[in-house]
Nanobody, 122 residues
């Protein structure tokens, strides 16, 4: 079992910044890709950004140039620095981790955090 906990959401004015953090906990696990997704009211969950263990990154077009994803492999954490926030960024943001082994046994599943609300009023 891998448990993800997000933090850092809140209310921010347009043009402002927020930093989201996510920490993975458990015993003897390995994670390949970590990422952030978001879900706005009435919409499907969508990818925001992902990062591999080698720190290759991928961003949704809507956030390129404004958001930066980073991770600490030793701490099993992933952060999302969000700048120049817009009302359309309002959503619940979810952390995701692709777990590739637990206690030395290969596996392959995605673990999700509980989500953190980001609100940018119009």
């Amino acid at each position: 079992q891998v448990h993800l906990v997000e933090s850092g959401g809140g209310l921010v004015q347009p043009g402002g910044s927020l930093r989201l953090s996510c920490a993975a906990s458990g015993s003897g696990f390995s994670i390949s890709v970590m990422g952030w997704y978001r879900q706005a009211p009435g919409k499907q969950r969508e990818l925001v950004a992902t990062i591999t263990r080698g720190r290759s990154t991928n961003y949704a077009n809507s956030v390129k140039g404004r958001f930066t994803i980073s991770r600490d492999n030793a701490q099993n954490t992933v952060d999302l620095q969000m700048s120049n926030l817009k009302p359309e960024d309002t959503a619940v943001y979810y952390c995701n981790a692709r777990v590739t082994s637990i206690a030395g046994i290969p596996t392959d599943f995605g673990s999700w955090g509980q989500g953190t609300q980001v609100t940018v009023p119009s």
